[in-house]
Structures are given as structure tokens and as C-alpha cells.
């Protein structure tokens, strides 16, 4: 069955930097989560999409910024980027059922971002 | 305010063994999602069950099992008879009511020694 897509699955890059982190959904899952999750940590609700709309928005720095276009698929793009922003960011995917959003989460594999 | 608590930081247990990972939560809403995900040293996250909180019921599942009490917040899974491959962070999560997002414990990480 096909999962959540994310690429690049590895990315370096240097501070001040920009980066961008493409996700595609399960077919027919309409909306995407994405979270971030540092060095040991749990991870971090970022911002949500459902049907191109943000539905949610967590602990996101106004550095970042995300969309999802009209095939589902979202980018999130990271600005200026700091060295704390190194961590694995995870999209995931979720099916409406019945109007409202109660379906489980799917993961992709994840973006490991180093920030050097 | 909703919290996930995970108090077990790091467990290790001799495979065979049978080992049980607490979750408490906090939420004031009558209506709420509680998960559990696996995540093994190659950093995706698994998801492994779903309950709602009108669903008391305990759920087996292979080995897996877990114990779902309203009465003190807990949310507890337990793996029988534990081999290696079990070896990974564990996470509890909370969905509340018709948000999407998941509010993650801090992660249980269970060592399983051969």
C-alpha cells in the first residue's frame, strides 16, 4: 500500500540557509501534519492543512512557512535557517471520516535537516 | 490543557521478558484519541493502535496488549514475551476532540537484550 512520501530523506545545509521539504499524502488523505522532532526529543506539532487550508498551527517559527498545493501535496520551507532548527521533520497524513478529522495519523520516514 | 506523560524514560528487559510502558494523560475534553507509536532506530514513526474515549475495552494484539483505564487517565501497553526487534523509542499521544494534531508523551525507550 502506499505511504507518505517525504524527500529528501537527508539534507545539510549551512546556517542562514534556506531549505524546502516536499510530503506527499496517502491518495485520498486531505490532510497533512507536519511535525518536528529534536535530538531526543517527542515530536513537535508544526502546522496542519486540510484541503489546501491551514486547519492548524502549532509551535511554528515565523521563519517557516508551508502550503499544500492542489494534488495534496505540502512543502514546508524553512528560512534563515539556526543550528537548532537540525532535527527530523515528519509529515503525516490522515483520512476525514465521516466530516471530522478522527482517523489516525500516518507518517512518512521523515526529512533528517542538519544545520551546520 | 492537554498533556501526555511517559514517566518511564528508558527501560531494558532480557528477551523473553514481558514489559509493561505507562501513559498517563490530561485533557478535560469528554471526547479524545489515544495512540501508540513505535519508533525504531531508523527513525520512522509506527503506528501500532488507535482507541477513543468512549471505548474502554482492552485490545490484544499478537503480543501487544493494552490496558485502557479512564478512571486513572492510563493508557498502558505491555509486549509479552520481548525480543530484540521490539527495541525502539515508544510513544504515547493524545488527539482531543476534532483537532488533528497529536500531543506526544516524551518517549519510552525500551532496550530489549538478547
Known amino acids: 500500500a502506499a505511504g507518505v512520501i517525504q524527500s529528501p530523506r537527508h539534507l545539510i545545509k549551512e546556517k542562514r540557509e534556506t531549505a524546502t521539504l516536499k510530503c506527499y499524502p496517502i491518495?485520498?488523505?486531505?490532510?497533512v501534519y507536519w511535525y518536528q522532532q529534536g535530538p531526543g526529543q517527542d515530536p513537535q506539532f508544526l502546522i496542519s492543512?486540510?484541503?489546501?487550508?491551514?486547519?492548524d498551527k502549532g509551535s511554528i517559527p515565523d521563519r517557516f512557512s508551508a502550503q499544500q498545493f492542489s494534488d495534496y501535496h505540502s512543502e514546508l520551507n524553512m528560512s534563515s535557517l539556526e543550528l537548532g532548527d537540525s532535527a527530523l521533520y515528519f509529515c503525516?497524513?490522515?483520512?476525514?471520516?465521516?466530516?471530522?478529522?478522527?482517523?489516525?495519523?500516518?507518517f512518512g520516514e521523515g526529512s533528517r535537516l542538519t544545520v551546520l | 490543557a492537554q498533556k501526555v506523560t511517559q514517566a518511564q524514560t528508558e527501560i531494558s528487559v532480557v528477551e523473553k521478558e514481558d514489559v509493561t510502558l505507562d501513559c498517563v494523560y490530561e485533557t478535560r475534553d469528554t471526547t479524545y484519541y489515544l495512540f501508540w507509536y513505535k519508533q525504531p532506530p531508523s527513525g520512522e514513526l509506527v503506528f501500532l493502535i488507535r482507541?477513543?474515549?468512549?471505548?474502554?475495552q482492552n485490545e490484544i494484539s499478537g503480543r501487544y496488549s493494552w490496558n485502557f483505564q479512564k478512571s486513572t487517565s492510563s493508557f498502558n501497553f505491555t509486549i509479552t514475551a520481548s525480543q530484540v526487534v521490539d527495541s525502539a523509542v515508544y510513544f504515547c499521544a493524545l488527539r482531543v476532540g476534532n483537532t488533528g494534531k497529536l500531543i506526544f508523551g516524551q518517549g519510552t525507550t525500551l532496550q530489549v537484550k538478547p
Open positions: 492543512f486540510y484541503e489546501k487550508m491551514q486547519s
Open positions: 491518495p485520498r488523505h486531505d490532510t
Open positions: 503525516a497524513s490522515s483520512p476525514r471520516m465521516h466530516g471530522s478529522n478522527t482517523g489516525e495519523l500516518f
Open positions: 482507541r477513543n474515549s468512549f471505548d474502554e
